[in-house]
Structure formats: C-alpha cells, structure tokens
C-alpha cells in the first residue's frame, strides 16, 4: 500500500505543470468575467463563464493522465519499474481522479459564489432555486464518470500506439491504426445501439432525476432557474463501466510487455 501511495503522490507531481496551468487559466477566466461583468453591467454574464468551466472538466483529468504518460514514456523509466503494470496505471488513474475531484469542489464552491452574487444583485432571488443537493451532486458526478471513462480510453490507445512501434512496417501509421480502433468501437456502438431489440433493453431500467439547471434570461426579470425530471438509463452507465475495466486491462497486458516508447 504505502509503494503505491509513493506512486499516486510521483503521479500527482508528473501533472503538476498542468494542473498549476489549469487553476491560472481558471483564475484568469473568472477574474477577467468579473471585470467584463462590472465594466458591461451584466451580472448575468458569470453563468455561461462559470458553465464554460464547469463543461472544460470533461477534458481535464484526460489532458493530465496523457501528459503523464507521454513523461514516462519520454523518461523509459517505467520500463524497469518493479511494480506491477496494472499499478502503474492505477496510480496514474488515482492521480487523475484526486485532482479532478479537488478540482470540481472548488468549482462547486465557486458556482455557490456567482449565484451569491446574483442573489446580491437581484438576479436570482434565492440559492434554494439553483442548489439543491442531489441535481447539484449528479451534475458533478456525471462529468466526473465522463471524464474518467475518457482517461481509461486515452490509457488503452495510448499503449495501443506505442506497443505497435515493435512492427517497422507500421510504425509511421500508428496514428492512422488508434484513430482506425477508435472510430471502429463508435461505429460498432451506433450500429447496436439501433438494434431495437438492444435498444428496448438498454432504456428498460432507469431512475428518473432532477436535471439541470436549465437557465433562461428573460429581460427585466433577470434568470429563470427550474429543474425537469428526466429518466436516467442505468444499463449504458453499467456497460460503460465494464468497457472501461476491459481497457483498463488490455491497456496493463500491453505495458507488461515493456513496450519502448
């Protein structure tokens, strides 16, 4: 246990550029829409910067997990590391995840600012009708599990492009090959999923959510904030998960192999 908090926390250092690069981009875009907002007078223009932020999540723990790798793979250092190749990228995963999580709460508390400041400015009239635990906490779970779910696939083409430089006769067209492996899953995707028989069963089982906020700008009365209930598939949720362990491991067997990169 403690050699692979060792490897989380050297993980965790490799993404330090870019984190630190991601918190003064965040800095500066929510420095620079409260001056834009103070010099038009919009209070309202803090919730697309604020939603532009929330949406750029989706990349950022993918962003991170590919620096590293392309670091390690730089250094070869991983290529005589004694640990196994499913810790390897467990840590890199672990990393990944702290950061994205410590990175989203900071953004929910940000979110609680600019509706306080709406409220302040007579916007909104109060936070109940924005934060309400549960919708609030999906939102950022599902962003989280999409960005995740991104980091597995990154993980696997990433070994995919690299194990493929041992074959000289392919070597200048691996791109061609990951870009080939990709848009072969999401066309075997799409043609499942209009199966009607599959696609029946995968919308068969759902719980139903409070989605949102859906936010309208009505002038003179500032932003209309409301929640609609929708139904949530839980089969897709429970194969993506499984897709991404299969990944997860195709991706370990390909490191086990020692691939120089």
Known sequence: MNAFIGLVKKDMTLMKFWYIAWLIFTAISIIGGYLIVNWLSEPNLLVPIYLMLLGLHLFLA???????????????????????SKKLLLSKVSAVFIIQVISQVLMAL?????????MYKGEINTLSELFTFSPGLLIHLGILSVSLYLSFWITFLWTVYHSLGNYPAIRNFRWLVVILVWGTFNVIEATLIKIKIIREHLVSFTVNINAGPNMEYDMGNGWNISYTEMPVPITPIILYAIVSIILFFIASRLLDRKVEV
């Open 110 to 118: 940000y979110g609680i600012l600019v509706m306080a400041y709406l």
């Open 62 to 84: 993918p962003i991170m997990l590919l620096s590293a790798l392309r670091q390690e793979g730089k250094t070869q250092l991983w290529l005589y590391n004694p640990q196994s």
